[in-house]
């Protein structure tokens, strides 16, 4: 009977409709408006995140996405599609912003998503690219735990950054973790250099990963939002969700199974490193903790490596069964792309996925006593992205790494021992290390149990790079530790391997709904009390002796194993009284385990309450009345305008200069002809280390006396010789010499700073 016949009006089904997409969105927004909510109470302008967020949706995920539709061969699922499509969006802004810089017309780069998008709004084959149907949507459970992992982060990444870094210093005691103005520095050559230059020496060549530094100027072009808004607010939140969400999607390619994702964004962004103590020491480096505020680029090169994991994965060998879509003859596109973008992102991003590959082309050599093609050229490409990185990129630079076995380890055991101690504070240092910062790989343990150890093609490329990421940190060394960016490139094979094992184990226990509740409950309950535990009992260790840092952590290493064992002889008994734990006590331990460093985000932001930026790392001052100065410069100075100024130390130790000084490069983005020179790429690894002296004396001679000695002739060799336009005082370093104020132009004073122009 119909409705006109009835009387009654038909059942809508637009209502349920929308409740529906309500609901599959609803994740996401929670989450983006979690994120905007602490951005806006960091003091980020309303309408700068607006500007922002238009950027990101038309400027890289709207591109990025259409070209990894074009790419791949048939859908998976929405979120997929964004994800990787943000990061394929990341590659195509680069190459826009090499070819706009080149060019000296930066400032209509906003223009570059044109090329991708009218291709694909009048191509007939282009065009079925706007509108796609998905075979899968992704678990409402799966969708809410990422949500949950990337606004946890956020909540770690404003006390631990945001919270303590105005974006411009607001008084005259503010402390800064001493790389961040080297860092906005290069972004801001990028506004108008390609490539950049260091920008502390003008005109000396940036034999570095810059890449992740030039993305961050093209979004300052692009979306209008100024620079250190960017660095300091927008960018570093936006990476870490962006990696996040690709853990995920990425770990769901791989395995086929969802939660295997979302499990491995769990243990890269929201489990700690396995440390107890207070947060102000990093034994061994960290993972995510600190580094991904204090070095961007890490996170950057993640946002590449992940989807070039998937890429790869593919080429190597799909599992057996997986559901999930191939990617198709796209792989190698992608592989290709994300290789080339991932040489100049982080110089540890290659060379770990080239050990992978050879780690699985010589166990597929063993197993099988053939090489597959696939893999042999994979590896041919691997090895062309290092060859450009070492020669183009690096200039044969080493930048300080040389080869020095377990230098990071070194340092806890000490000297002076008998060779039956030396070898006893070894074992324990090395043990230390793997319950520090590999604690969360124990799930790559399980795997191999499981399998029998016969892992397929993609399972031993994930375990090449687990491994060769701290192989390679315990086999060289670099005087700035820079070898533990090793580690954290492993660290992405590592995590995705570990949720493998952990879904697999917990395929086999087959915990029922109820189970499930009770095992996610007693896990947030175990992370807990270890966190509170680590609060209110956790201290920092004396220096010494050399092996003093690492005795918390072994102790409490072998206080919680104590635990497990009584656990494991009182299981029988355990499961006589409840026969559902049968079979399932391996999946609890292994939980357990891996939730072992849950406290250590928690401590390293609560470490920042008490030493902020950087807890153990190095802090310089920063006071607003410098800032004034160089923004002052930046305002009213021409994009290639070269400064000059009497600030190169950031202290003077019994004579010798700390050449880490680069705010004003930083805050002016302009270039300066002679600023802190320690960074350098010439200068690292220098026995003298920050205090080696400038290798040009001609050159900062002339700087200096500009300001010491002023003469008309000596000012014109300034600016005809080396393009200076500006001179930037610190009157507490030294006033400027009086007659330099008949030779140059008094154009900005605030007390403490000076800008002069040359006439």
């Given at each position: ?8 009006a ?8 929308r ?5 599959r ?36 995920l ?27 969006g ?26 991708v998008?009218?291709?694909?709004a ?6 079925r690219?706007?509108?796609v ?33 105005p ?30 230059d ?38 570093v ?36 490193e ?27 090169s ?9 890429a ?10 997986v ?17 080339a ?9 290659v060379?770990?996925v ?42 044969f ?27 006893l ?5 090395v ?48 005087p ?28 086999r ?11 996610g ?16 009992a ?17 102790c409490?290493a ?30 609890l ?5 891996l939730?072992?460093g ?21 802090v ?35 004579g010798w200069?700390d ?21 350098a ?10 205090y ?19 003469t ?31 030779l ?16």
């Amino acid at each position: 009977m119909t409705a006109l016949t009835t009387g009654r009006a038909a059942p809508s089904t637009v209502q349920p409709r929308r409740r529906r997409a309500a609901a599959r969105y609803a994740p996401v927004a929670a989450g983006s408006a979690l994120v905007a909510i602490v951005l806006l109470t960091t003091g980020t302008p309303a309408p700068d995140i607006a500007r922002w967020t238009a950027y990101a949706l038309l400027a890289v995920l709207l591109p990025g996405t259409l070209v990894y539709r074009a790419l791949r061969a048939r859908p998976h699922t929405l979120v997929e599609d964004l994800a990787m499509g943000g990061a394929v969006g990341l590659v195509l802004e680069l190459v826009a912003w090499a070819l706009f810089a080149a060019v000296g017309a930066p400032g209509w780069l906003r223009l570059w998503p044109l090329a991708v998008v009218l291709p694909f709004a009048t191509v007939p084959r282009l065009r079925r690219h706007w509108r796609v149907r998905f075979p899968t949507a992704a678990p409402s459970g799966w969708a809410w735990s990422l949500a949950a992992v990337v606004a946890g982060f956020t909540l770690y990444l404003n006390e631990s950054f945001l919270r303590v870094n105005p974006v411009l210093p607001t008084d005259e005691g503010q402390a800064q973790y001493i790389d961040l103005a080297f860092q906005l520095s290069i972004a801001g050559a990028a506004t108008h250099q390609m490539p950049p230059d260091v920008p502390q020496v003008a005109g000396e060549p940036l034999h570095y990963h810059w890449f992740g530094f030039a993305h961050l100027a093209a979004t300052s072009l692009v979306s209008g939002v100024d620079l250190p808004t960017v660095f300091f607010r927008l960018a570093v939140p936006a990476l870490c969700a962006l990696a996040a969400v690709l853990v995920a999607v990425v770990g769901w390619r791989i395995t086929g199974r969802p939660y295997a994702g979302v499990v491995a964004a769990a243990l890269m962004f929201t489990v700690g490193e396995f440390g107890f103590e207070n947060g102000y020491r990093q034994l061994f480096g960290s993972q995510a903790t600190f580094i991904v505020w204090g070095s961007p680029s890490m996170t950057y090169s993640w946002v590449l490596l992940l989807p070039l994991i998937a890429a790869l994965g593919e080429i190597v060998g799909r599992p057996r069964g997986v559901a999930v879509p191939p990617l198709g003859r796209g792989a190698w596109a992608l592989a290709l792309l994300f290789l080339a973008a991932s040489t100049g992102a982080k110089a540890s991003s290659v060379p770990v996925v080239l050990a992978a590959l050879a780690v699985t082309a010589v166990l597929l050599l063993a197993a099988r006593r053939r090489l597959p093609r696939a893999v042999l050229l994979a590896g041919g490409l691997a090895v062309a992205a290092q060859l450009f990185a070492t020669a183009v990129l690096f200039a044969f630079e080493s930048h300080g790494v040389t080869v020095d076995p377990f230098s990071g380890l070194r340092t806890y055991v000490g000297t002076g021992h008998s060779a039956g101690v030396t070898a006893l504070l070894w074992a324990a240092v090395v043990v230390a290390f793997l319950l520090n910062l590999q604690l969360r790989l124990a799930g790559v343990v399980a795997l191999l149990r499981l399998r029998r150890w016969r892992l397929e093609p993609v399972q031993l490329f994930l375990l090449g790079g687990a491994l060769a990421g701290p192989a390679t940190y315990l086999l060289v060394g670099h005087p700035g530790s820079s070898n533990q960016y090793f580690t954290r490139a492993g660290f992405a094979f590592g995590v995705l391997l570990s949720a493998w094992g952990w879904v697999e184990l917990a395929d086999r226990a087959a915990l029922p709904p109820r189970g499930r509740l009770l095992l996610g409950a007693g896990t947030a309950g175990f992370a807990v009390l270890l966190t509170a535990v680590q609060l209110s009992a956790a201290v920092t260790s004396p220096a010494t002796p050399a092996y003093a840092p690492v005795l918390p952590l072994l102790c409490w290493a072998a206080g919680l194993t104590l635990v497990a064992l009584l656990v494991a002889l009182c299981w029988p008994v355990l499961v006589g009284r409840w026969p559902a734990l049968a079979g399932r006590g391996t999946l609890l331990l292994l939980t357990a385990a891996l939730v072992a460093g849950a406290p250590g985000l928690v401590m390293d932001a609560a470490a920042a309450h008490h030493y902020p930026n950087g807890g153990a790392y190095a802090v310089v001052s920063m006071p607003a009345s410098r800032v004034e100065a160089a923004r002052w410069v930046r305002a009213h100075s021409a994009p290639d305008d070269v400064v000059a100024t009497n600030v190169h130390c950031r202290q003077v130790v019994n004579g010798w200069c700390d050449a880490r000084s680069f705010w004003l490069s930083g805050y002016a983005e302009r270039a300066v002809l002679v600023e802190g020179w320690a960074f350098a790429p010439r200068m690292v690894g220098l026995p003298e280390g920050p205090y080696a002296p400038f290798w040009d004396a001609g050159r900062l001679r002339a700087n200096d006396a500009a300001f010491t000695t002023p003469t008309a002739a000596g000012l014109a060799e300034l600016r005809d010789r080396y393009g200076v336009r500006w001179l930037v005082v610190d009157r507490e370093v030294a006033p400027e010499s009086p007659e330099l104020r008949s030779l140059a132009d008094l154009r900005f004073e605030n007390g403490r700073m000076a800008v002069y122009r040359l006439r």
